[in-house]
């Protein structure tokens, strides 16, 4: 197995991009993955003017193809072991798929890609080449989001009855798009973000930490896609009730347009034994709350075994997940840079030859990545139809 730091490409990220920073960061975190090369932006002059004033140095290229292609022909010591994607969402495919061909590992932006028929093709060819694959679900790589998921899983909550899990954000509440601005522009352009846009900017988010935390599936949901701010073509506001694969049901929501708000992800789970709440903006901790009992605050790294809800056996892995101590608060980069950090490790079982699971354990695979797309076009169907439910495609 290589010892060295593994080498990571960068597809998109120049000129004032945003996601690019928390990912760089995630990358360095640990010493044992570094960026290496890029192509930062659509322009090759642009690209590259941009790679050479980058803050530390790099390799950089005009464009992702010429970043891909030149990967063979490289020593192995420069080789690159995975690509992330930071591009707008319509720039996400393509260059997934050709790294894929050219067998290179790939980390990519949320959402996976832009309509169900690009999503079925990524799945397909993850299976064919069997080289890792990543979806950059955030709020997964939270500690306290690992210690919900084994608490509702392990039944600790009884059955699942009612989720309610909803993103809210302010930032989309006027027309920021007519200004110009970068983020704003592309994410409410259907032809660059995709057939819904807080829906699949955030909505995906809630998505996926309810499917994540709890092990259910969406199979059947009535959607209402709506757009508050004049003459924005794609949802600002996105609403989903849902039924579950158990029989529970669910909200999955996300606003742009609530004005103050920011990154407000919360997660709640109502179960027959007690109740979850789990909010990213307080990543540190969770509420359990349990009938006539005090309610119950549990801190990461500061979690006992055997204290009369949790039981003796809570997964050894689970509680000694790289980490600082408790009450050195963890956030939006520590979450990051545990997923890279999963991640690492399976592509470096792939590069030894050894079995790896991108099995959506420890971050977001590219089956959930369809999933997201698939429950995003389900939920456009059933707006179509003035909320009529409409199920969820079979998984492929
Ligand atoms: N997981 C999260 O929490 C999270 C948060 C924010 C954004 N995102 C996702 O990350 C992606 C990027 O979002 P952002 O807000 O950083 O966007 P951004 O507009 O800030 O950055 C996009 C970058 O891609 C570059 N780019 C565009 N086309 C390119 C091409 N053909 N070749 C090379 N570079 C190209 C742009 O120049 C820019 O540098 C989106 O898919 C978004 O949904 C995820």
């Known amino acids: ?12 990220g120049g000129k004032g991009a945003f996601i690019v920073q928390p990912h760089q960061k995630a990358i360095f975190f640990d010493g ?3 960026v290496t ?12 003017e941009e790679a050479a004033n980058w803050p530390y140095p790099l390799k950089g290229y005009g464009s992702y193809d010429d970043m891909i292609a030149a990967n ?28 894929l061909k050219a067998g290179i590992a790939v980390f990519c932006e949320k959402p996976l890609c832009m309509n169900l028929k690009e999503a079925t093709d990524l799945v397909k060819a993850v299976r064919k080449y069997e080289v890792p694959f ?13 210690f919900s998921r084994y608490i509702v899983q392990a039944g600790l909550l009884g059955e699942v009855r009612w989720v309610d899990s909803c993103y809210l954000q302010g930032w989309l509440a006027t027309k920021l798009e007519a200004t110009g601005q970068m983020q704003a522009a592309w994410r409410t352009d259907p032809k660059l ?13 809630a998505l996926m930490q309810l499917r994540y935390v709890t092990g ?18 794609l949802d600002d506001h996105f609403t989903t009730y849902c039924k579950l694969s158990n029989g529970g049901k669910a909200l999955v929501r996300a606003s742009q347009i609530c004005i103050g708000r920011k990154n407000d992800l919360e997660l709640n789970v109502a179960g027959t034994k007690g109740s979850l709440r789990w909010r990213q903006e307080e990543p540190e901790s969770i509420t359990i709350h349990l009938a006539n009992q005090p309610d119950r605050v549990y801190w990461r790294g500061a979690v006992a075994a055997g204290d009369g809800f949790l039981p ?28 890279h950090r999963c991640f690492e490790a399976d592509v470096r079982k792939w590069e030894a030859g050894e079995p790896f699971k991108c099995d959506g354990a420890k971050y977001a695979n590219v089956e959930d990545g369809w999933t997201g797309i698939a429950f995003i076009e389900t939920a456009l169907r059933s707006t179509k139809s003035k909320g009529a439910w409409k199920p969820m495609p079979k998984p492929i």
């Open 312 to 339: 003796k056996e809570v997964p050894a892995a689970l509680l000694a997940e790289p980490t600082i101590p408790a009450g050195h608060p963890e956030g939006f980069h520590d979450a990051y840079a545990r997923l």
């Open 32 to 34: 044992t993955r570094r």
């Open 193 to 205: 973000a995709g057939g819904s846009g807080c829906g699949g900017d955030i909505g995906t988010h």
């Open 1 to 12: 197995m290589s010892k060295r730091p593994l080498n990571v490409g960068l597809v998109g």
């Open 72 to 99: 063979a022909s490289l020593p192995e010591e420069q080789k690159l072991d995975y690509v992330v994607i930071v591009t707008p969402n319509h720039v996400h495919y393509d260059p997934a798929m050709k790294a």
């Open 216 to 233: 259910l599936e969406v199979v059947e949901l009535s959607g209402h896609l709506e757009a508050f701010v004049e003459g924005r073509p």
């Open 134 to 146: 990543g979806v950059a679900h955030t709020y997964l790589g939270h500690w306290t989001t690992r």
């Open 37 to 48: 090369a890029a192509a930062l932006f659509p322009e090759p002059k642009v690209a590259l």
